[in-house]
């Protein structure tokens, strides 16, 4: 597929973003982190909520989404089509970075945003200031800007997609591939990647993050698992 020129300046950021690409970040250099190891027992649900973490769509459901833990990082399953959302509000000014410790182990079938099948086995949105843009549809609430972080098999790396709604304020990118079952390590320079998809002249400072798992429109059983560890918002 050709990329188009914003799509290709998106990969120059992606490349520069790898070159840290499972580097060590300095304390000074944090400015925001999330961590998926300390789980030690009872509901995985009720220790997302101690940290922050509300669960929306099917995520409560564990009949159609599972939510579980290695002892080392946080699980996310379907074993039928389905979508979950665990969502939290944060207040970040200055960053640049994002750096996100996480893995497949299976991707839903036939998934790929390239040929329309938008679902994914794990993705972490990031949401930008407090404005509420439209959804395009009076029935889907509206929503800050955001950008979903996604991990592929198939589609381009670094380049943005857009969602049957929020087409002005949302944008979809893999921003690396995962070899199955391995934890790989990945920095994305969200904030220039912000200003350039989103035409802005400054990033607006982080108010949410999200993780996430989608197999409601991919072939097959809708059958997906991925995990992660950490997420870390680098200045």
Not at 105 to 118: H, L
Not at 140 to 149: A, E, M, Q, R
Request: charged residues 20%; proline residues 3%; glycine residues 10%.
């Amino acid at each position: 597929m050709k990329l188009s020129k914003r799509s290709l300046a998106i990969w120059t950021f992606v490349l520069a973003g790898a070159v840290l690409h499972g580097g060590t970040a300095r304390a000074s250099d944090l400015a925001y982190d999330v961590i998926f190891t300390d789980y030690r027992d009872g509901s995985t649900l009720q220790w997302l909520a101690n940290k922050g973490f509300e669960a929306q769509r099917d995520a409560g459901d564990s009949d159609k989404v599972v939510l579980s833990h290695t002892g080392t990082a946080l699980v996310l399953e379907t074993k039928d089509h389905a979508a979950g959302l665990v969502l939290s509000q944060v207040h970040v000014d200055r960053y640049s970075t994002i750096r996100i410790k996480w893995g497949v182990d299976v991707f839903p079938a036939g998934a790929s945003y390239a040929k329309d099948i938008r679902s994914e086995s794990i993705m972490v949105y990031v949401f930008f200031g407090t404005e509420k843009i439209s959804s395009g549809h009076f029935l889907v609430p509206d929503s800050p800007y955001f950008i979903g972080l996604y991990l592929c098999d198939s589609d381009p790396v670094g380049q943005e997609f857009q969602g049957r709604y929020f087409k002005a304020g949302g944008r979809y990118i893999c921003i690396d591939r995962a070899p199955k079952g391995q934890e790989i390590v990945t920095d994305f320079p969200v904030s220039e990647v912000f200003m350039q998809v989103f035409g802005q002249s400054h990033a607006l400072p982080i108010t949410g993050l999200g993780v996430g798992i989608d197999t409601e429109n991919s072939k097959g059983d809708g059958a997906a698992k991925s995990f992660i560890r950490e997420i870390e918002l680098l200045q």
